[in-house]
């Protein structure tokens, strides 16, 4: 009983196509729905669904419902109901005007500066997944360019070094970009050109292969990391 009263408070008042959380959701869960069908769809359409979802679903179920409920009140009186439904209508004008006032005025008050905002944050955070992805990568790319560049040197490879060559055979196996291969190739063979910013992540990157090499059971490239660590600390 408690909820049904809530819920025609909530529906008196028209709280909730002005509820922040209800239209992230069902922000969501539309363009969920419209990508799942079509992968071109974009966020400007579920922003027009929404406009769409406010007018023709709350709006004008708004009014349906308070005209039902008003016919709902006066069918007893039937042989006085054109009487009454004109009485109603003439004196409820003003009040229906001001109704529909106040509707466009969450609309535009309320209601379309919350979805701009949601649509804002949406586009904010489908920017920064791919960053996040990319900044991710980065931090393994010298750990992964020190293990490869670890197994050449113990498989007895010593055509490796901090050239295009080089970058590029690494680029064959991994699909990393071979600028960056060049650039982590050139961190591991030359230490004294690091800034400490660089040499941390050399440090890091080595840390990394020892724990790959010492679950493999594999010492010369142990001990070839240990003098890297070495040249580092004396570079």
Same mark, same amino acid.
């Given at each position: 009983?408690?909820?049904?009263?809530?819920?025609?408070?909530?529906?008196?008042?028209?709280?909730?196509?002005?509820?922040?959380?209800?239209?992230?959701?069902?922000?969501?869960?539309?363009?969920?729905?419209?990508? &799942?069908?079509?992968?071109?769809?974009?966020?400007?359409?579920?922003?027009?669904?929404?406009?769409?979802?406010?007018?023709?679903?709350?709006?004008?179920?708004?009014?349906? &419902?308070?005209?039902?409920?008003?016919?709902?009140?006066?069918?007893?009186?039937?042989?006085?109901?054109?009487?009454?439904?004109?009485?109603?209508?003439?004196?409820?004008?003003?009040?229906?005007?001001?109704?529909?006032?106040?509707?466009?005025?969450?609309?535009?008050? +309320?209601?379309?500066?919350?979805?701009?905002?949601?649509?804002?944050?949406?586009?904010?955070?489908?920017?920064?997944?791919?960053?996040?992805?990319? +900044?991710?990568?980065?931090?393994?790319?010298?750990?992964?360019?020190?293990?490869?560049?670890?197994?050449?040197?113990?498989?007895?490879?010593?055509?490796? &070094?901090?050239?295009?060559?080089?970058?590029?055979?690494?680029?064959?196996?991994?699909?990393?970009?071979?600028?960056?291969?060049?650039?982590?190739?050139?961190?591991?063979?030359?230490?004294?050109?690091?800034?400490?910013?660089?040499?941390?992540?050399?440090?890091?990157?080595?840390?990394?292969?020892?724990?790959?090499?010492?679950?493999?059971?594999?010492?010369?490239?142990?001990?070839?990391?240990?003098?890297?660590?070495?040249?580092?600390?004396?570079?």
């Amino acid at each position: 009983m408690e909820k049904t009263l809530q819920r025609l408070a909530s529906f008196a008042t028209f709280d909730l196509p002005l509820s922040v959380g209800y239209n992230q959701l069902l922000l969501r869960t539309i363009h969920k729905e419209q990508v &799942s069908v079509n992968r071109s769809w974009n966020i400007e359409g579920t922003r027009r669904r929404l406009i769409a979802h406010y007018w023709y679903r709350h709006v004008l179920y708004h009014f349906l &419902s308070l005209f039902c409920i008003s016919l709902l009140i006066i069918l007893p009186f039937g042989p006085y109901l054109n009487l009454l439904i004109y009485t109603i209508y003439d004196g409820n004008h003003k009040f229906l005007d001001n109704l529909l006032f106040y509707l466009f005025t969450f609309f535009s008050s +309320a209601f379309l500066p919350q979805l701009e905002t949601l649509i804002a944050n949406y586009k904010k955070a489908q920017v920064e997944i791919p960053r996040t992805k990319s +900044a991710k990568t980065q931090t393994k790319i010298p750990a992964l360019t020190i293990i490869l560049y670890t197994l050449f040197k113990t498989a007895g490879a010593e055509r490796i &070094s901090s050239d295009a060559f080089s970058a590029q055979m690494i680029n064959r196996l991994t699909g990393v970009d071979t600028d960056s291969i060049k650039e982590n190739l050139r961190r591991i063979i030359h230490p004294k050109t690091l800034t400490p910013k660089e040499r941390a992540e050399i440090v890091k990157g080595i840390a990394v292969a020892k724990i790959y090499f010492e679950k493999l059971g594999h010492p010369p490239a142990i001990k070839l990391l240990d003098g890297m660590e070495m040249k580092l600390r004396g570079a």
